[in-house]
């Protein structure tokens, strides 16, 4: 796993005019048909259950679907984690993962809290996109960090 911080100072932000919020109740079935993509069936109580526990989705819509999206999770006071960053196939390469976590990015240090995010290893794109809007890597020892345990969604 690979993790990341983005201090203010080091943050290098993009245009994102094309990102919005997906709110809870009116994007639930656009959210619920773009989960589908990626073979997750997404339930209104699961949906609903995550914003509970902090998270909040941002996406860019094109025409009446969700091509790419992130989210944060607010899971400490003044850190928060930019999660589910992901694009449809035929919307890469085009920014779009960049425009989303720098939009969450600004949200989350306008909040006053320091931006993080995580990968696998051997995630290149993700790890790629991350650096190039400024958060730099910290190693394993380096995480002062901890994530509370979830339940089951």
């Not at 100072?9 to 919005?20: A, G, T």
């Not at 989303?100 to 794109?125: E, M, P, Q, R, V």
Request: include cysteine; proline fraction near 2%; hydrophobic fraction near 35%.
């Amino acid at each position: 796993m690979i993790y990341f911080v983005c201090a203010e100072n080091n943050f290098l932000p993009v245009r994102s005019e094309n990102v919005r919020w997906l709110e809870k109740d009116q994007d639930y079935e656009l959210a619920r048909h773009y989960w589908q993509v990626w073979s997750q069936d997404l339930s209104y109580s699961t949906w609903d259950k995550a914003h509970e526990y902090g998270y909040q989705y941002a996406g860019i819509v094109e025409g009446d679907k969700i091509v790419s999206s992130a989210g944060v999770w607010r899971f400490a006071e003044n850190l928060w984690e930019i999660v589910a960053v992901s694009t449809m196939e035929n919307y890469r390469k085009k920014g779009y993962s960049k425009s989303i976590i720098s939009f969450l990015t600004s949200y989350i240090h306008k909040s006053g809290c320091l931006a993080t995010c995580s990968t696998s290893d051997d995630n290149i794109a993700m790890i790629a996109t991350a650096e190039s809007v400024g958060y730099k890597q910290v190693s394993e020892a380096e995480v002062w960090w901890s994530y509370p345990r979830l339940p089951d969604f």
